[in-house]
């Protein structure tokens, strides 16, 4: 008997291999109820098993499983995936992938629930984590971001060395310590996880730390020994008396308030013999008779007793208000606080950071749209009304180049110039039929002006319609640089200030290192002078008008990138140009680089304080600059010589 039981001992040890070598099949049949008939439960035994198998064709068998084209054959219980359908079913192997025919009355369908099949999709993560095509890496690691479940980190983390891309590995690392700080086994994990979490920008990153720290409102006699107290609400301070006497309530440690509803109610239902509760009808008519009659049915039984004020103040009293965090442990909150502060500051600088980029970015649209006005303005204090036109024609010059020269990079390349030229020349001819015959009488110049402002906008809207036209910047400056997830500034912007220190260093080198600029600064400061020196002040206030219009041209162009253009671009630019002008200094470029400088900033400054209303945003600015202007007349750089006095 023992030679018989030792040789059936050692059959059985030799023959493993064969004897218990498993399919996907075998898998299948040894959970045949939980696979026909899943359920939220009961499919966990399932997926578990098929993933420590590591078979590949049960990758092809949860997606069927979870779209619901799995089906067994009655006839001898075995699963298979349905192919098609029609007279008869076709069928594919599980294992083989072999096709088949079959009766569809001898098939029975698995229609997993969306509970389910969820369990599914994350079991299919943790399979397409090492899968040989990136993209289905890349979804999955996606998939493990949107769900953040526990049950996520162990595949995470294991597949992580063996990632060949070196962005998706990052990628996963950093996923894996938010679900580490979240779901790791030891506390001294979790902190090491949250600690490599501090400061970080990213959003995800902080949502995971507010989720460690998200609290829970409790109320009790004294604080569980056991509580992670996050806060002790004071009564009166933290929390009024009545939302401390309604969480008493919701706790069931006192009875419920008796409304004035609830009083008449009963009054109403117990009404006999023209009395409640002993009480005349025609006595209920103050609250001190109804209250009366209350207080005598729920003293017999009929209603609930009230509670009065000194019951409501003792029962306050005896009980500790408090917030106490979900999560149980206090070292791991104390972590995710310190982390979490850190964030926050970081969050905050990198705020300020970007708020100031946006202010650089605005001052330096607001300087290309003023530098021309201030040298027709500084040289031969002509109040331009129609500067904003001219910056118009920018735009439009631009808006019809493209259409000429699809390639936008080539495109913006020859308006640039064009632009300069057209609005140039239209400056010239406005100075020589217009203004020369109105210098030194500023209110008719100021009208005549405002009047061709109009008429310029009209004739735009006759030649190129009412309707908004597309500057479109050429694909290299598309998107923006991001420097984190909160600074961030667009490749236009970049390209508008950039273009803009280029005006600042042509502009000095024309006027400092130029015969022009020497006879444009001689009769800036004593035109009666330079007349005298053999300059013709007439020639440079028209070399000077037609030079300023030129720059606004060119502007427009930049800004027609950036902004919307239409007749009326114009407009939303010339009050902007004028108190950049003002503010900074008549007639110098540096006062006019501080002006729009001061300007940028103040107005993102103001728009931070009150993000939803701009208009009042702009309306505070304007009234900061009319205080300036009485405190510092001639601007922040004031002009020198003698036209400084005039």
């Not at 040989?132 to 949107?146: K, N």
């Not at 936008?408 to 010239?428: D, E, R």
């Amino acid at each position: 008997m023992l030679r018989l039981i030792s040789l059936a001992l050692a059959l059985w040890l030799t023959v493993p291999a064969v004897a218990f070598s498993q399919t996907l099949q075998d898998i299948l049949q040894t959970h045949r109820g939980e696979v026909l008939k899943p359920g939220r439960q009961s499919v966990g035994v399932v997926l578990d098993d098929l993933v420590a198998s590591g078979f590949p064709q049960a990758v092809p068998f949860l997606e069927a499983w979870r779209d619901r084209e799995i089906v067994q054959r009655d006839s001898d219980g075995l699963f298979f995936r349905v192919i098609a359908e029609g007279d008869t079913v076709t069928l594919g192997d599980l294992d083989t992938g072999a096709e088949l025919q079959a009766a569809e009355d001898d098939l029975t369908e698995s229609r997993p629930n969306g509970g389910v099949r969820r369990a599914i999709g994350d079991a299919l993560v943790q399979f397409q984590l090492s899968d040989p095509d990136i993209v289905r890496r890349q979804a999955a690691v996606e998939a493990i971001a949107r769900s953040m479940d526990a049950s996520q980190l162990a595949p995470l983390q294991a597949s992580i060395d063996a990632e060949p891309d070196p962005a998706l590995k990052e990628t996963k690392t950093r996923l894996a310590g938010m679900l580490g700080a979240l779901f790791a086994d030891k506390t001294e994990t979790r902190i090491a996880a949250i600690e490599a979490l501090s400061g970080d920008l990213s959003v995800d990153v902080r949502a995971v730390l507010n989720r460690l720290l998200s609290t829970t409102a409790a109320v009790a006699a004294t604080v569980p020994g056991d509580a992670n107290v996050a806060q002790i609400l004071q009564v009166g301070t933290n929390i009024t008396h009545s939302e401390a006497y309604a969480r008493l309530v919701a706790a069931e440690r006192a009875p419920a308030l008796v409304s004035n509803d609830d009083i008449r109610a009963a009054l109403v239902a117990n009404i006999a013999d023209a009395k409640v509760g002993g009480v005349p009808v025609h006595a209920l008519g103050t609250d001190a008779g109804r209250w009366l009659a209350y207080d005598k049915l729920a003293a017999e039984g009929l209603a609930p007793p009230r509670v009065k004020p000194q019951a409501q103040a003792d029962a306050v009293a005896a009980h500790v208000f408090y917030t106490a965090y979900i999560e149980p442990d206090a070292a791991i909150t104390d972590a995710a606080r310190v982390a979490l502060r850190a964030t926050e500051t970081n969050v905050a600088l990198s705020q300020a950071i970007d708020l100031g980029l946006d202010a650089l970015s605005l001052a330096s649209i607001y300087f290309l749209a003023a530098i021309g006005l201030a040298i027709t303005f500084g040289v031969m204090g002509v109040i331009n009304m129609a500067h904003g036109e001219f910056i118009m024609m920018g735009a439009y010059t631009g808006f019809v180049v493209q259409q000429f020269v699809p390639d936008y990079t080539l495109s913006i390349i020859i308006a640039l110039p064009l632009a300069f030229a057209i609005t140039f020349g239209a400056g010239v001819a406005m100075e020589r039929l217009v203004i020369r015959h109105l210098y030194h009488r500023p209110l008719e110049t100021l009208l005549a002006t405002f009047g061709i402002s109009i008429a310029l906008q009209q004739l735009a809207k006759n030649i190129f319609g009412t309707q908004a036209r597309p500057l479109t910047s050429p694909e290299w400056l598309d998107g923006a640089l991001m420097f984190n997830d909160v600074i961030a500034i667009s490749y236009i912007r970049i390209a508008i200030f950039v273009l803009a220190l280029v005006f600042l260093a042509v502009i000095l080198f024309v006027l400092k290192r130029t015969r022009l600029g020497l006879e444009v600064r001689a009769v800036t400061q004593n035109p009666g002078m330079a007349a005298s020196m053999g300059i013709n002040p007439d020639r440079i206030n028209m070399l000077t008008f037609g030079l300023g219009s030129g720059i606004a041209g060119i502007a427009g162009v930049a800004i027609g990138l950036y902004a919307k253009v239409t007749s009326e671009m114009g407009a939303d630019y010339i009050v902007q140009s004028f108190m950049t002008v003002v503010v900074g200094g008549v007639g110098n470029v540096w006062g006019t680089l501080a002006g729009a400088s001061l300007i940028g900033f103040l107005q993102k400054g103001i728009e931070w304080l009150n993000p939803s209303n701009t208009l009042a945003a702009q309306t505070y600015m304007i009234l900061f600059i009319i205080l300036f202007i009485q405190f510092r007349p001639k601007g922040i750089v004031a002009l020198k010589g003698r036209a400084a006095a005039d």
